[in-house]
């Protein structure tokens, strides 16, 4: 079955504890985004990535960290999370191109206290 | 700049009643447009798309939309919805260029009560 994963889908953590969120994807998709969802503000894309070892700041970049060093996976880092940074996050891909449809993983939820 | 309007945040129906979900972009000179559904606690799924020709596309769960250039707007529209198109819709649009991203509104919750 054609799926993007996430895990974990709930965390809750403390503020300046280190974590990462894996993104997973099995449709040999070259773009990959990562976005965050919050209340009245829709989504917004925080990095992406055009194909392995390239990637790029999305809209709100601050306190994210991204690496794509193989095609499937795309994980997303807090190196030190903050309150601000409590929200649901989706991973996402899609073949290259602006006419393919974009797939959206299941979500994470975050709470950093 | 580039932007996605979604003219209505919350939009509350009666179960069989018929809706119109509005989206309106910033213009350019040629655009991939998008709707998208989330229902609670899941991930969003393509309803519907518009590439090219025909400007009536037809979507799943017996959405449709239409592209209009002249207004830059893509509205969503069902003649009868039932409880399960309870959701967020999210209209999004691609500018074209390198960084090939989507621009998104920020939503329109769904409502439709019995």
């Known amino acids: 079955e054609a799926q993007v994963t996430q895990n974990p889908r709930y965390l809750i953590t403390v503020t300046g504890k280190k974590l990462t969120v894996t993104c997973s994807q099995n449709?040999?998709?070259?773009?990959m985004s990562w976005y965050r969802q919050d209340p009245g503000l829709g989504l917004r894309q925080i990095y992406y990535?055009?194909?392995?070892?390239?990637?790029d700041k999305g809209d709100v970049p601050e306190g994210y960290k991204v690496s794509r060093k193989e095609k499937r996976n795309f994980p997303l880092i807090l190196e030190s999370p903050s309150p601000n940074q409590t929200s649901l996050y989706f991973c996402?891909?899609?073949?290259?191109?602006?006419?393919?449809?974009?797939?959206f993983g299941p979500g994470t939820r975050l709470l950093v206290l | 700049a580039q932007s996605v309007t979604q003219l209505d945040s919350q939009v509350p129906v009666f179960e069989e009643a018929p809706v119109e979900l509005r989206c309106n972009y910033s213009?350019?000179?040629?655009?991939?447009l998008f709707w998208y559904v989330q229902y609670p606690n899941q991930g969003l799924q393509l309803l519907l798309k518009?590439?090219?020709?025909?400007?009536l596309v037809k979507g799943i769960n017996g959405f449709e939309a239409e592209f209009n250039k002249s207004q830059t707007s893509f509205h969503l529209r069902k003649p009868s919805v039932h409880i399960s198109d309870t959701a967020e819709y999210f209209c999004?649009?691609?500018?074209?260029?390198?960084?090939?991203?989507?621009?998104f509104g920020k939503g329109t919750k769904l409502s439709v009560k019995p």
């Open positions: 449709m040999n998709h070259e773009y």
């Open positions: 996402a891909s899609r073949e290259r191109g602006g006419r393919e449809t974009q797939y």
């Open positions: 999004a649009v691609y500018y074209g260029g390198s960084q090939g991203n989507l621009i």
């Open positions: 990535s055009m194909n392995v070892e390239v990637t």
């Open positions: 213009s350019s000179v040629s655009v991939y």
């Open positions: 518009y590439l090219s020709g025909s400007t």
